[in-house]
């Protein structure tokens, strides 16, 4: 479900959660809960206090972030508008489309960030300058 539209390419979902006395479990399906055929699962665990990681933009592929234990913020920027979303909860989740420039910190000790992909990994598929970033929005307003 739609929380917010935090970018034209980029929106707040919320998972639906099975809850009973035992506790909660969300499942994910490719192309139903999330909108897109899931063809890659990483994930950041252990990650370094104060340390940041992403600073790059994709040209195709899409993603869907989960911090399923813990806390951390992601930015995201489309070369329009920057925006900052906290995810602290393992019922949300922030699909990032392509054309978005993101960054991760503030990880909470004991966080892992689960990320769903369109598309096994491809480093051609990455531009990791900022300021090259921001000429192909230039080029190609966001879709
Ligand atoms: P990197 O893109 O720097 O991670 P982040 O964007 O989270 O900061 O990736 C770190 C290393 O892991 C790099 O050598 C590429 C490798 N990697 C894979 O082999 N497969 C993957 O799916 C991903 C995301 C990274």
Redesign the pocket.
């Known amino acids: 479900m739609l929380i917010e539209q935090i970018l034209p390419n980029c929106a707040l979902h919320a998972h639906r959660v099975v809850e009973d006395q035992r506790g909660c479990l969300v499942a994910l399906e490719s192309e139903a809960d999330v909108p897109f055929r899931i063809e890659?699962v990483?994930y950041?665990f252990d990650t370094a206090r104060g340390a940041t990681?992403?600073?790059?933009a994709h040209r195709e592929l899409q993603q869907w972030a989960v911090c399923v234990a813990g806390a951390c913020t992601i930015t995201v920027d489309d070369a329009s508008e920057r925006r900052t979303v906290t995810l602290d909860t393992p019922d949300k989740a922030l699909h990032i489309g392509p054309g978005v420039w993101r960054e991760?910190r503030d990880f909470a000790p004991g966080s892992v960030l689960m990320v769903l992909a369109s598309q096994p990994?491809n480093e051609a598929d990455y531009i990791r300058d900022f300021d090259e970033f921001v000429a192909s929005r230039r080029a190609k307003p966001p879709q």
Do not use: A, D, E
């Open positions: 890659r990483y950041l990681r992403g600073f790059h991760m990994y």
